[in-house]
C-alpha cells in the first residue's frame, strides 16, 4: 500500500469539448454542456475529466493552437463557466484536469507576434528561427528537411517573408515550436502551470511533452519513406538532450507543491529506459505518460500513419505485456487507453464493428481495459461503442487539417488516378483522427441530441445515431444488452477489486497463440483469468492448464 496512489486507482475521462454537448445552438459543444452532464460521468464511474484544449484559438488544429493559455475561446463559454464546471466537479468529489499544449502556442499568440515582427524583437528567441539554405540552383531550401507531422507533403519550416528566416513549426505552420532552450520561455510555461492550479485543476495532460528538446544542430533525417522530399525528423526531436532536465525543473519549481496527475503525450519513443526515466518512481518528472503501442499496432514501422499495416493477437499481448511489465517490475506508471481524439473507433480498429458484432467488440475491449494495470482512460463515447465514420462519406466530412492535408496530398500526386484517391479515402475511414471527432450521440432525435434541432453540428453526426445512442443504453441497464452498463459495472468492480485490477501482478498465458489474448491477474488473495477473443471465428481453448477457475465474473455475451 505505499505505492498506492489517488492517479493509478482513478478513472479518467476525456472530452473533446467540441463534440461533446452544445447547449446554445452554435452548433459547437461548450463548457456548460460539460458541466450539465457530470452526474450522467458520476454514475459511470468517472473519478477525473481530462477537457482537451478550450483555450482562446483561431483552431487551426482544434484547440491544440494556443493563442492565450490564460483564457477561455468564447466558442467554449468564458473562464467562470470553467470557474464553475470546477466547483461542480469538486461538488461531485471528481477532478478535472487541463490539456497543456506547450510544445508550441498558435501563430496567434502574442508572443509570437511579437517574435516574427522583427529580427531584434525580445521574443525573436521564443521561437525557433534559422536562416534559408540555397541549395545547387540557387532556390531557397528550408534549413533540413523534416517533414510537417501534420501535412506530410510539406515541410516543417515556414518562411516568414518579413524577416526572410524560417521557423520551426512542426505540427502545422500555424503552431510554431516554442524555443525551450530559452529560460523566459519555460518560466513563462511555469506560470502557466500555477494560473490552473490555483485555480483549482488537479493536474495536466501534457501535449507531445517529449519534444520540447530539440537536437540544436538540428540535421537532416535519414530519407527512409520513398518519394517523399521531406523525411520523418522525430530522432532529433523526440526525447532529445534536455527532456529531462526540463521535466525536472517543472517538477521542482510547480507540481512538487501541488498534489496533481500528470500524464505526458509520448510518442515516438519505445525506449523502456527512457519510459522509466520520466515515470520511475523516483524519478521526479511525470506520473505516468501515453504510450503508443496499441494505437500504433496497425501502422506500418518507419512510415507515415495512413498505410496500414496486419497485425494479430501476439501483436497485442507483446504491447500489453511489455506495458505491464514496466509497471511491476520496474516500480513506473503507466496508462491505459486505446482511443482518444487522434485516433480512430477502437472497436472499428481492434474488432469488428458490424451490427452483428459490434455490441461484442466494444465489451471485449472493455474486459480488456477494466483488467489490466494502469490508470484508465475513457474517451467520449468508448463507453457505448461509438465506431467510425461510414464508409460512404465523401472527403468532404472530414474536417481535420491532418485529413485534410493527406487527400489533398494525393490529388497532388496522383491527380484523376480513381484507384489511387479510393485508396486514400479507404485510409482515411480506417484510420483519420475524424473518426474519433463526431458528436456524442446522446439520443435518437434531431442531430443525436447533440444540438438543438434547428442548427447544424460543426461536424456531422455518425449515420448510426438512432442504434447506437446513450438514452438507448441507459434505458436498458443490464450489462448484457448494454455497452454503457457493462462498461459501468467493469468500472466498479474495478474499483472494488482494485487490489487486483490495478495493484495486482500479471502474466500472460499463452503467448503464442495468435487469436486470443489471455493473462492472469492477481494479489495476496484474489486471481483473475481473462480470455479474449480477437479473431472474428470460434476459438477452442484447453490451455488453461492447472489453473481452477472458480467462478464466471463477466463475459461479452450473455451471461444469464
Ligand atoms: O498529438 C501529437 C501526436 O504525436 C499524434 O498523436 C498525432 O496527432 C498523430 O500522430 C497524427 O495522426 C497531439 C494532439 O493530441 C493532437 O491533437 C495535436 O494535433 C498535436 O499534438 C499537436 O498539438
Ligand atoms: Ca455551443
Redesign the pocket.
Known sequence: TDKHRWWKEAVVYQIYPASFLDTNGDGWGDVPGITQKLDYLKDLGVDVIWV?PIYKSPQA??G??IADYEDIDPSYGTLADVHNLIKETKKRDMKLIM?L?V??TSDQHDWFLDSRSSKSSPKRDWYIWKPANYDSDGNRQPPNNWAL??GEANSAWTWDEKTQEYYLS???PE?PDLNWENPDVREAVHDILRFWLDRGASGFRM??IN?ISKVQSFPDAEAIVPDHKYQPGDKFFANGPRLHEFLKEIHRKVLSKYDTLTVG?M??VRDEDEIMRVVGAESEELNMIFA?DL?DIDNVPGDF?FPLHPWDARDLKRCVSRLQRLMLDRDGWNSLFVE????PRSVSRYTNDSDEWREYGAKLLCLMQTTLAGTLYVYQGEEIGMRNVPPSWGSEEYKD??SINFFKKYQTMYPNDEEKLAYARKVMQR?A?DNARTPIQWTSDAHAGFTSPTSNPWMRVNDDYKEVNVATQLANPDPDHSVHAFWKRGLKHRKIHKNVFVYGDFELVDPEHDKIVTYKRWSKDEAILAVLNFSGETVEWTGIGELKVKKWWAGNYAEK
Request: glycine letters at 0%; zero cysteines; hydrophobic letters at 40%.
Open positions: 482537451s488544429d482544434m491544440y493552437d490539456d499544449v510544445n508550441h507531422i501534420l512542426l505540427f502545422t503552431q501535449d507531445v519534444l503525450e510518442p515516438f503508443f494505437v500513419k482518444n481524439h487522434d485516433q487539417i491532418e484510420k483522427r
